[in-house]
């Protein structure tokens, strides 16, 4: 824990009056807020250094914050006034990133410290909390000690060093009383004892060595060392030491004389901290620096200078400014412009400057200066800072490049893309999109999807982007819009947090698609429904499909076959034709139809009419062979039947058919020969008609006796024989 000495720590201790000004309101009330979580602090804000200093004048305050960017009076100029009219008041200066001239600038004015604006709020704050202590802690010390040295100078006024006189033991003989003062003792506390303050062990021993170095002819030494107080704080002491001889030659005594020199100390750490963190700055800084005083002669430069300007080391050792810019113009695309606003900037005082130098080579530099003024308005001359940006030159040209070939790539998409808000709001959309949806693409952006494609003011049932963000991840649905059928798919988009911030929402047009499935689904349901069994086979003469009709036709199920040579279903008769029948079409020739006997499971074979056709993708080359089989066996027994049939009854109407023909041909003869009467003509027709009636009652019943009894006669031949 930090511990502040003259600092407010308990609870009924007053509270720090802290005046924090600042031209944004916003940061008032956050700094009051933060400030004033300590106890401790008590924030007055003012929104202009002129309302500050009307506060100061009417009020005490024991540190200032301010803002350096206000209008009207920055914060240089507001601590330079605080300085001349309010003296020694603690002063923290708050500055931008990159503002380095404006730190180096406050801290030689008298800015007890500078914070940089940016980063985490907390660390800010207490940062912030921490520096208010120490200045005003610093600065109570300081009045304290003024007024403590104020009380002893009332006492003793000629006396400010230390003056003591002790034997080579280190027993003490006489001290003054501003010994006694410094180290808080009483004189015979002193005196006849060997006192001696707490000295670090190795400044202790340097002490010892140059005292045992003192001689007749080398009598006196000044040393500086710290010394370790009674409450632990450190101090810086100077002494002179006078070893005193006697007329032998015999150390007796020494005198010594001493001061307190921790300010002058305190004040040389800060002076070399603040030239090593400048130094350290130049250093490591990205930046090359260069600083050039009132007369144009180098202060100051780094490394990184030289090496962005390439400037030869006979030229920087000079010192000379002009002798510098002569070696570099010839580098430069436009070096009357370069030297020209040099110039320019060297006798316009008061002006800074930020702008591009472009090189020959292609390299661009960013090059910023601005003036050094200190108190009294006193010029110092210029700091310049340049800092080679090609890289981000050449970065932010491909950047550009890349968005413009991201848009193009996006809008050559033939999907409609939209990116969301997570609200729902487009972002941004593609060309495809303004297409589909007819209208402008800046009528598109701001807009909600559901108001454009579905004239709703919400979300409808069973939308993706909705679902997606219900479940984090992708999400589809198909739509039918426009007649038209879309897959609408949305992806999420997650931000560092792995929250979802935005959401890809793309429409693919599978109306074709939908289209062929239906297709697909009917061409199978028919397949599937055909009495001809159905198969697919590929180039490498395996079985690709089979449907139900072929199961029952070869005994097999789609599971056995599917995928084995199609020789599986063919007989050694059959297994020639179909190999001619497809060496035929792989050479690109018409559709093969033909009869064969085929094989069914266990080694059941039977007739068969085939029917072999190409099968060929989209872009016409042949994939593979369709083969519609159709079983005979039932043809070939009706027709067998029908045969059968036909033999019976020619065999039945032959003898009758005979007589009849006769008898006829008799009746013809005796007719002729007018041989007989009408009535026996009459009698013999009749005889006759009764004779064909029986003929066609015995076909009839022949025909019922066929039909009945055998059901496999094809059904165009029983309605025949039906009839």
Not at 513 to 526: C, D, H, T, V
């Amino acid at each position: 824990m930090d511990i502040y000495p003259y600092m407010p720590d308990g609870p009924e201790s007053s509270a720090l009056s802290v005046l924090y000004v600042d031209d944004e309101p916003a940061v008032l009330k956050l700094s009051k807020r933060f400030l004033e979580k300590d106890a401790h602090f008590s924030v007055t804000a003012a929104a202009s250094a002129r309302e500050a200093i009307d506060l100061l004048t009417a009020h005490h305050f024991d540190a200032i914050v301010s803002d350096y960017r206000m209008p009207d009076m920055d914060g240089i100029e507001f601590l330079k006034y605080t300085r001349e009219q309010f003296d020694d008041i603690p002063f923290i200066i708050v500055t931008g990133k990159g503002e380095e001239d404006v730190v180096i600038q406050a801290l030689n004015l008298g800015a007890d410290f500078y914070l940089q604006k940016g980063g985490d709020p907390d660390t800010h704050y207490g940062t912030l909390i921490h520096n208010i202590r120490r200045a005003v802690a610093h600065r109570r010390s300081v009045q304290a000690l003024h007024e403590s040295e104020e009380r002893y100078r009332n006492v003793v006024e000629d006396q400010t060093e230390f003056i003591s006189r002790f034997l080579p033991d280190g027993t003490h003989v006489f001290v003054n009383e501003a010994y006694c003062r410094y180290y808080g003792m009483k004189r015979e506390e002193i005196i006849g004892h060997r006192f001696a303050p707490e000295i670090p062990p190795e400044d202790r021993k340097r002490i010892n060595d140059m005292l045992a170095s003192l001689t007749p002819d080398n009598p006196v030494m000044t040393i500086e060392h710290p010394i370790i107080m009674p409450d632990g704080t450190t101090r810086w002491q100077q002494w002179s030491d006078r070893a005193i001889f006697n007329e032998h030659g015999r150390l007796i005594e020494y005198q010594s004389v001493g001061r307190d020199i921790t300010d002058r100390k305190q004040a040389e750490e800060e002076i070399r901290f603040k030239n090593t963190l400048l130094t350290t700055q130049q250093d490591t800084s990205l930046d090359g620096i260069l600083v050039v005083d009132e007369k144009g002669e180098i202060l100051s430069y780094n490394q990184q200078f030289i090496t962005i300007w390439g400037i030869p080391d006979n030229a920087i050792t000079t010192r000379s400014n002009g002798q510098v810019l002569g070696t570099v113009t010839d580098k430069l695309a436009d070096p009357e412009e370069f030297l020209a606003r040099v110039r320019d900037l060297y006798g316009k005082k008061y002006e800074k400057s930020h702008e591009e130098v472009h090189f020959k080579d292609g390299r661009v530099i960013e090059r910023y200066s601005a003036p050094m003024w200190g108190e009294n308005n006193r010029y110092y001359g210029r700091v310049w800072y340049f800092r080679d940006i090609t890289g981000r030159k050449q970065a932010e040209e491909e950047i550009r490049s890349a968005a413009v070939w991201w848009q193009r790539t996006f809008d050559a998409i033939t999907d409609p893309i939209f990116i969301f808000e997570r609200d729902g709001t487009i972002l941004r959309s593609n060309a495809a999109a303004s297409v589909i949806l007819g209208i402008p693409h800046d009528q598109i952006l701001g807009r909600k999807c559901h108001e454009l494609v579905h004239g709703t003011p919400d979300f409808i049932p069973g939308c993706p982007f909705t679902a997606m963000l219900g479940s984090g991840a992708a999400e589809s649905y198909t739509l039918q819009w426009n007649g038209r059928w879309f897959k609408v798919t949305t992806h999420p988009v997650f931000d560092e947090n792995g929250t979802i911030a935005q959401a890809i929402h793309v429409m693919t047009d599978i109306d074709l698609i939908k289209r062929a499935a239906e297709e697909r689904a009917r061409l199978a349901a028919i397949i599937d429904s055909s009495q001809d069994a159905i198969i697919s086979i590929t180039l490498d003469c395996s079985i690709a499909s089979w449907n139900e009709s072929a199961e029952r036709m070869f005994d097999h199920t789609a599971d056995e076959i599917i995928g084995k040579h199609y020789n599986e279903i063919l007989t050694p008769e059959s297994a020639s034709a179909w190999s001619e029948a497809f060496t035929t079409l792989l050479k690109g020739e018409s559709v093969r139809h033909g009869e064969t006997v085929l094989l069914a499971r266990g080694g059941r074979t039977f007739e068969a009419s085939f029917s072999l056709s190409p099968v060929r993708d989209d872009t016409g080359k042949l994939c593979g062979i369709a083969a519609i089989v159709r079983d005979l066996s039932d043809q070939r027994k009706a027709e067998r039947d029908l045969i059968a049939f036909v033999t019976e009854a020619a065999l039945r109407l032959k003898n009758p058919v005979e007589i009849m023909r006769e008898d006829l041909a008799d009746l013809l003869r005796m007719v002729s020969a007018d041989s007989l009467s009408g009535q026996e003509i009459a009698l013999l027709l009749h005889v006759q008609i009764r004779n064909a009636s029986q003929i066609l009652e015995n076909l009839q019943v022949l025909n019922r006796a066929i039909v009945e009894g055998h059901e496999e006669i094809p059904r165009a031949y029983r309605e025949f024989l039906s009839s």
